[in-house]
T-cell receptor
Framework: SQQGEEDPQALSIQEGENATMNCSYKTSINNLQWYRQNSGRGLVHLILIRSNEREKHSGRLRVTLDTSKKSSSLLITASRAADTASYFCATANTNAGKSTFGDGTTLTVKP | DTEVTQTPKHLVMGMTNKKSLKCEQHMGHRAMYWYKQKAKKPPELMFVYSYEKLSINESVPSRFSPECPNSSLLNLHLHALQPEDSALYLC????????????FGSGTRLTVV
C-alpha cells in the first residue's frame, strides 16, 4: 500500500478542541512534511520535521516523529472553523528525489 | 515573491483539442513538479524537473508532455485526453529537489468532455 497512510480518514470536532492526525510510513525517510489543502485549492506547506528530530512546534501546530515506529502525528490545538481542510503528510527520501503523499485526513471544525 | 502561479485556473477541453497548462515561480527554486489530483485523493506525482532537466516521469501517458523552457517556467502540454484525465493539476516547486518542502500553485481544474 501507499507510503504515508493517515488516520483517521475524517475527523469532526468543535471549535476550541484539539485535533490529532496520524501518519504512518514504510520506508526510511530524510524528513516528513505536513500540508493543508482547502477544498479545490493548492496545498500549503505547514511544517517539516527531519528524521533526527522528535518534535517540532509552529504556532498552534505540534508535530512529532517516531522513526522507530515509522509514524508521525500532527496536533492542532484550540482549533478554529478556519482549520477545516484536508491535511496530508508527505515523506521525503532524498535518494528517490521525491516525496510521497499520504491519503489525507479531512478535518471539519464546527463553530 | 513566494508564490507559484498557475494558469488557467479552469479549463474545459474536448478530446481532440490541444491545450497547455502553465506554471511560473520566481523564488529561485531549481526543482519543479506536476501533480494530478482526483477528488478526495492525495496528489499523484507526474513529472519532476531538476535544474531544468526531466528527472522523473512516473510512467505518465504520452498525451501529457511536460516542458521546462527555463528555471522559472514549467508547461504541461495536453493532447487527445480522455474524460478520466479530468482532475486538478497542481504545479509545485522546491529549492533543490531534495525533499526540502514544496510550494504549490492553486492548480488548474481540467475537465475533458
Amino acid at each position: 500500500s501507499q507510503q504515508g497512510e493517515e488516520d483517521p480518514q475524517a475527523l469532526s470536532i468543535q471549535e476550541g478542541e484539539n485535533a490529532t492526525m496520524n501518519c504512518s510510513y514504510k520506508t526510511s525517510i530524510n524528513n516528513l512534511q505536513w500540508y493543508r489543502q482547502n477544498s479545490g485549492r493548492g496545498l500549503v506547506h505547514l511544517i517539516l520535521i527531519r528524521s533526527n528530530e522528535r518534535e517540532k512546534h509552529s504556532g498552534r501546530l505540534r508535530v512529532t516523529l517516531d522513526t522507530s515506529k515509522k509514524s508521525s502525528s500532527l496536533l492542532i490545538t484550540a482549533s478554529r472553523a478556519a482549520d477545516t481542510a484536508s491535511y496530508f503528510c508527505a515523506t521525503a527520501n532524498t535518494n528517490a528525489g521525491k516525496s510521497t503523499f499520504g491519503d489525507g485526513t479531512t478535518l471539519t471544525v464546527k463553530p | 515573491d513566494t508564490e507559484v502561479t498557475q494558469t488557467p485556473k479552469h479549463l474545459v477541453m474536448g478530446m481532440t483539442n490541444k491545450k497547455s497548462l502553465k506554471c511560473e515561480q520566481h523564488m529561485g527554486h531549481r526543482a519543479m513538479y506536476w501533480y494530478k489530483q482526483k477528488a478526495k485523493k492525495p496528489p499523484e506525482l507526474m513529472f519532476v524537473y531538476s535544474y531544468e532537466k526531466l528527472s522523473i516521469n512516473e510512467s505518465v501517458p504520452s498525451r501529457f508532455s511536460p516542458e521546462c523552457p527555463n528555471s522559472s517556467l514549467l508547461n504541461l502540454h495536453l493532447h487527445a485526453l480522455q474524460p478520466e484525465d479530468s482532475a486538478l493539476y497542481l504545479c509545485a516547486s522546491s529549492q533543490d529537489g531534495q525533499g526540502s518542502g514544496y510550494t504549490f500553485g492553486s492548480g488548474t481544474r481540467l475537465t475533458v468532455v
